[in-house]
Structures are given as C-alpha cells and as structure tokens.
C-alpha cells in the first residue's frame, strides 16, 4: 500500500492505534479474577491495559450505535477465554515516517 506523504498523519493515527486479540476459545464457566496471577492471560491484561485499550472499549460503548465487542473490559480477557492451548509470537512494529 502507497501512502502519500500528505495523508500520513491521518493513516498514522488510525494504524498505530490498534490492538488485534482473536482466535481464543471461551471458557466454559469464567473464571473469577486475580490481581495477582502471572499467567499469560494476566500479562496480556497488563499490556492492554497499559496500551489503555480500556478507554477505547468504554469509547466505543459510549457510541449511540455501539458496535458489538465480545468484552466490555480488559479484565474479561482473563476471565472468559481459554489461553492453556495457546502458542504466543510477539510482533513487534516500529513507526517511522518517510517523505519524498
């Protein structure tokens, strides 16, 4: 894809922002929380919530039309998804801007 230098502040702020969770089968019966777990879900929490991927949820659930999430908070993640079969690679991009 081509992005012409005049349009890039505007794909930057809708590319950089975002954060892409899927494919995690729900538990059967949640789970209740536990601020002090270290499992991969509990540190999972805790980039999201850094990433402050919480305030864009209760964004979005402000909405008049509000679009249907499977969370309405970060702390679910933990409680209703089955991470115990899941193999994890971390991608990593770096923002950079180039004009000709």
């Keep these: 894809m081509y992005v012409h230098c005049s349009?890039?502040?505007s794909y930057y702020s809708a590319a950089e922002q975002?954060?892409?969770v899927q494919d995690f089968p729900?538990?059967?019966t949640p789970i209740p929380h536990n601020s002090k777990a270290t499992d991969f879900p509990a540190?999972?929490?805790?980039?999201l919530h850094a990433l402050q991927v919480n305030k864009a949820i209760s964004a979005h659930l402000a909405e008049p039309k509000?679009?249907?999430?499977p969370i309405k908070s970060v702390d679910e993640i933990r409680q209703k998804w089955n991470f115990s079969k899941v193999t994890?690679?971390?991608?990593l991009f770096i923002t950079w801007?180039?004009?000709d």
């Design 7 to 9: 349009q890039l502040q």
């Design 18 to 20: 975002s954060v892409w």
């Design 26 to 28: 729900r538990l059967k």
């Design 43 to 47: 540190i999972l929490q805790r980039v």
């Design 66 to 69: 509000p679009p249907s999430l």
């Design 88 to 91: 994890v690679q971390a991608i």
């Design 97 to 99: 801007t180039f004009c």
